[in-house]
């Protein structure tokens, strides 16, 4: 390697530390100060005494002669943020490194920074699957029915977007997007007409769960999440070179040796998994796919591995902060999550159009 190449790859390494310790640390911050808001305000020292107590630090700190943090001073505190603070917390940080990784993973696919998970009708057709359990009381799967329904039809919208969109056994961007495009205008009809059947709940009940919100997050959802988010990010590690080939082009990338139609199809099916799973139990949330990849990749460049860890972490911070924002801004209300996401995503969404039309479609 000569001497420039190999300074210029230092740099980067050393760029890409610095973000992800950076992003570490402001994460584990919002975390501590997320758990402790709320009606019932903990202090950060003793929502992380709590933490230490339940894996046993502080025990390991008393070894060593060594005092840890206080426990929380209320009576209800430690039992209010592990039934309740802590779950909801550990929501908002899969589902936004799930939403932000997904929006990566469509970027490299259709080689447009504009890309966002929703394009291929997975949202739209979770929406229809939670209406659908809203409207008419179903009950097949027990109180996970709304959850189900919506995964099981999100991933049935992206696999007809995508059997749609092949011809000669190949996969045209453009015609995937446009069949995108119109399975969302399919699905919000479908949307309009459930909320036009249901009663007044069910119509509170589908407006709310389009708007996002993780009021109500419990262990059990956080542990079936969990699984989905981590084969996700390691499928996006493991694409990561193979993506930075397919930035080259379709027909190198081919030269090179990468099958880009397989390619294609198991990204997709990583998209189509990582947004089924945090829209069936977050709702719609909007905007965190297309601002947190972009971000990144101002930040570090085109590559990809780096842009997967960057991105994990800046939409579990990004989401984290949000919902800390939707329980705090105004007293005693949880306002919808995708409302706050969508003002922060809509302007900078704006932005990003002016600046690629000014740079003639380039990645950032």
Known sequence: MKPHARSTAQGHAVKSTILFV???VALAVSILVSAGAGQLGIPPQEVLGSLFHRVGLDALLQFFGVSGPPMPAHPAGDDTLWAIRFPRVAMAALV??????????????????????GIIGIS???????????????TLFGEWTTA???????????FVVYAMSRADGKTEVVTLVLTGIAVNAIGGAGIALLTFLGDTQSREQIVFWQLGSLAGSRWSQVLVIAPVIAVGLIAAYVAAHKLDLLSLGERNARHLGVNVEALRITMIVVVALLVGAAVAFAGIISFVGLVIPHLMRMILGPAHLPLVTASALGGALLLTLADLAARTVVPMTDMPIGML????GGPFFFWLLRRTRKRAGGWA
């Open 22 to 24: 950076a992003l570490a």
């Open 96 to 117: 936004g490194a799930g939403l932000a990784v997904s929006g990566l993973l469509m970027q490299a696919v259709f080689g447009n920074p504009l890309a966002e998970p």
């Open 124 to 138: 739209s057709g979770a929406a229809v699957g939670a209406g659908l359990a809203i409207v008419f009381g179903l």
């Open 148 to 158: 189900v329904l919506a995964f099981l039809a999100g991933l049935a919208a992206t």
């Open 341 to 344: 996401t969508a003002l922060v």
